[in-house]
């Protein structure tokens, strides 16, 4: 199949890749021509602008935009309804707020063009790992665009099944899901990052309290001088703590047992917030997404070995640089 890809960043351009990886041919579009000009290298069509890039797709059109949430993407997305036509898909695979997911396929619905809302998790990883993908709008368009997502999910791998599942969408078992109408996929999403936040979270006060049993605050015959590049790789051996997260600890401490790159000035990218505000607005306790959340706020005034962990973790899975000291 054929897919428009707007926005070559961090993600965007592995998406492409692992498409066109599978056979799948891509056009591309970026305000950044470079990025353009090097997937071209690699065999995506280039585009040298919107108009350009959507009469470069074969009709019906499938539009994905990978952009960050807000207005860019809302702007991106309310010029392509005039670029785009009746049955043409446009894909929001970014980290928007399922609010927006709504209004715009209210909006998109009014010129009979199809609208899906995409939760992409995978990182700079998902070259090499696939994407986990939580989708939501469309369904018709959803089950059009199926090789897609077969394409860009991880598959079963080697994970061991989940027994009991008979009767249930064996699509999550490949790694993507449809979940629902539109902003249903990146409202799993957002919860998804909310609790990814809550397990960072208690990986870096793990690693803190390790660290700091070596300290004189502590009775000399309790002080032990623990390694956590071994101890991070020993738990990823079996452990019921293990997980994805924990590996990219490990690497993160083999690397630089101290952590020296890394202030701890952790960012939160909107969905913790976002699933805090749903969490009150159904009324659901959340403590420990909540308090995760608040530490990451704190972490900006003054830092600890936990938040150095934090920030370690989210440059692992995908790419984040703390921002420059000074």
Known sequence: MQLGMIGLGRMGGNIVRRLMHAGHSCVVFDKSTAAVSGLAGEGATPSRDLADFVRLLAKPRAVWVMLPAGAITHQTIVELSGLMEPGDTLIDGGNSFFHDDVAHAEMLNAKRIRYLDVGTSGGVWGLERGYCMMIGGDKAAFEHLDPIFSALAPGIGTIDRTPGRNGLDPRAEQGYLYCGPAGAGHFVKMVHNGIEYGMMQAYAEGFDILRNVNTPAIPANRRYQLNLPDI?????????????????????????????????????????????EAAIEEAVPADVL?????????????????????????????????????
């Open 232 to 276: 991070a790789e020993v738990w990823r051996r079996g452990s019921v703590v293990a997980s994805w997260l924990l590996d990219l600890s490990a690497i993160a401490l083999a690397e630089d047992p101290e952590l020296k790159e890394f202030s701890g000035f952790v960012e939160d990218s909107g969905e913790g917030r976002w699933t805090i």
């Open 290 to 326: 909540s308090a995760a959340l608040y530490t990451r706020f704190r972490s900006r005034q003054d830092h600890t070995f936990a938040e150095k962990i934090l920030s370690a973790m989210r440059k692992q899975f995908g790419g984040h640089q703390e921002p420059p000291k000074g």
